[in-house]
């Protein structure tokens, strides 16, 4: 009987990351994922030749696919991004808002952003994104009383997450949901020897999320752990 989870057959054509699963099973589910376009190979490609060992921050091919069909699932036409980099998990949220949607989109860096806004031009979605550079939570205070939102994914500075979660929940229609990155931090959230800030901030984030009665919630293992929250 083949090895269902053998790395013999071709290889994988999406990238895919997890702490938490071995090498065959990430080969496995590489090949597995709805294969990414030429543009977002090259999104990644440039990505990885400009920004060197940051490029980590950017995520996972199944990870976008994931993002993708969520805001397509939900109808979301309104969506906001908390931490942009270069602009692959944008670009997966705006295509799958279709020309109707507007996201809105948060970052510090002109430098990494200048390579998100040259790829959302040319995937034809840059009319449905506004970024605006500066402190996210500085964005948000300044955003309409009655702004809302149907999707919203965070992706930035580890230590602001409760802020961002406390600005974000009461703007997000009811159903909404809330997608937050990196939340098992490599399994250290479990490890009790961990205690870096970071860690401490996660783990803080993490348990009031869990209390939270505004809300549903599941954290996935999938790429650093990404936690979907529901607005009750």
Aim: hydrophobic share 40%; net charge negative; charged share 25%.
């Amino acid at each position: 009987m083949n090895d269902p989870t053998s790395t013999s057959s071709s290889e994988p054509i999406a990238h895919v990351r997890s702490a938490f699963a071995s090498e065959p099973i990430l080969n496995y589910v590489a090949r597995h994922v709805s294969e990414p376009d030429p543009l977002q190979h090259a999104l990644r490609a440039e990505t990885r030749e400009r920004t060197g060992r940051a490029s980590g921050m950017q995520i996972g091919d199944d990870q976008a696919v994931l993002m993708e069909m969520l805001a397509r699932a939900i109808g979301a036409r309104r969506a906001i991004e908390i931490g942009t980099f270069t602009g692959y998990s944008a670009l997966a949220v705006a295509r799958g808002m279709g020309p109707e949607g507007r996201l809105l989109c948060c970052d510090v860096s002109e430098e990494w952003t200048a390579i998100a806004r040259s790829y959302w031009q040319r995937a034809g979605v840059a009319d449905r994104i506004e970024l605006r550079i500066g402190p996210a939570l500085d964005t948000l205070t300044g955003l309409a009383n009655d702004e809302s939102f149907d999707l919203a994914f965070v992706d930035a500075d580890k230590t602001a997450y409760l802020d961002y979660y406390e600005a974000l929940v009461p703007r997000l229609r009811p159903s909404g949901l809330l997608l937050v990155d990196n939340t098992l931090q490599r399994g250290r959230v479990a490890d009790s020897s961990a205690d870096d800030a970071a860690v401490r901030s996660m783990r803080k984030f993490n348990d009031r999320v869990t209390a939270d009665p505004r809300v549903q919630s599941v954290l996935l293992h999938i790429g650093d752990g990404v936690t979907m929250i529901q607005k009750r």
